[in-house]
């Protein structure tokens, strides 16, 4: 039986000399991992739709208890992304994001669209990098259950305040009037905590600005094809990029390798 499907490359793995194996995120099957025969040949026709950030469309068929593509037709490479090594970077980082969170059968055509929109922007200086790695984090854990509450302090409910301030350890904001009583139940709450869990604790409440939260209110309410809609300063995306970030890495509970790759290039 053949079926149909269209997906992206999140990865690939040499499996024999001749095969590789292909970690595809597609519409209909979410991910799934595909072999490619002979994909190594210079002559192989499937070769463009296999390599990094392709997106195409493939007809597989089945044998051995894996899926093989028979054929393929590519729709979009994002061939800029390979031209400049901090747009490499954050591709490769987009795609390590989606191939943690996203698990065989699960549909989730949003999350797709997401990614294939941010290599988008970044293949084609749609946006900066910076800006695209922002809305990428902050929209994808939206759209993965872990959109941060920064609609209203989480202790009294107030919209308005003179300061908030972001909690790390349960995405929520507090004003300034509760983030003191909130330091101290938590403080409350442990059996024993020393002064560098204090710290550590107290470092994941950091101060948000009122640009960055509306921001970020903007990103996870804001229409699928509106998500760039928002003009802000470099230093309020710098808050802003630093608080997707944390954000997206504190909930996934690990950091993604191709992250430490960004941040050092997009440094020079
Ligand atoms: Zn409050």
């Known amino acids: 039986m053949l079926i149909g499907i269209k997906g992206l490359v999140l990865k690939t793995i ?3 000399d001749s095969d590789r194996l292909i970690v595809l995120f597609t519409v ?11 994909s190594r040949s210079s002559k192989s026709k499937i070769l463009p739709c296999i390599e990094p950030f392709a997106y195409s469309e493939f007809v597989l068929y089945e044998k ?43 549909q989730e055509l949003e999350l797709l669209r997401l990614g294939l929109n941010s290599l ?6 749609l946006r900066p990098p910076k800006t695209v790695k922002a809305v990428f984090e902050m929209r994808a854990s939206m759209l993965l ?4 509450n920064v609609e209203t302090c989480s202790v009294c409910h107030r919209g308005k305040a003179r300061e908030f301030f972001f909690a790390l350890h349960d995405g929520e904001i507090v004003c300034s009037s509760c983030r003191e009583r909130s330091l101290k139940e938590y ?10 869990e204090e710290i550590r604790f107290a470092s994941q409440i950091f101060r948000i ?35 997707c970030e944390e954000h997206l890495t504190y909930r996934l509970e690990k950091k993604p390798k191709t992250l430490d790759f960004y941040n050092e290039v997009s440094a020079l």
Request: with cysteine.
């Open 145 to 148: 259950g872990f959109a941060p």
């Open 64 to 106: 051995d208890g894996f899926f093989w593509i028979k054929e393929a037709m590519l729709i979009e490479n994002f061939y800029a992304i390979r031209e400049d090594v901090v747009k490499l970077a954050l591709a490769s980082y987009i795609c390590e994001v989606l191939d943690i969170t996203v698990y065989e059968n699960m």
């Open 187 to 196: 403080m409350n709450s442990r059996t024993s905590v020393n002064a560098e």
């Open 28 to 38: 209909e099957r979410g991910k799934i991992t595909v072999c490619a025969k002979g």
């Open 120 to 125: 988008y922007a970044t293949a084609t200086d």
């Open 14 to 16: 040499q499996r024999t």
């Open 209 to 243: 600005e009122e640009d960055v939260r509306l921001a970020i209110l903007y990103i996870i309410g804001c229409p699928a094809d509106k998500i760039y809609g928002f003009t802000m300063d470099e230093n309020e995306l710098n808050s802003l990029a630093k608080l």
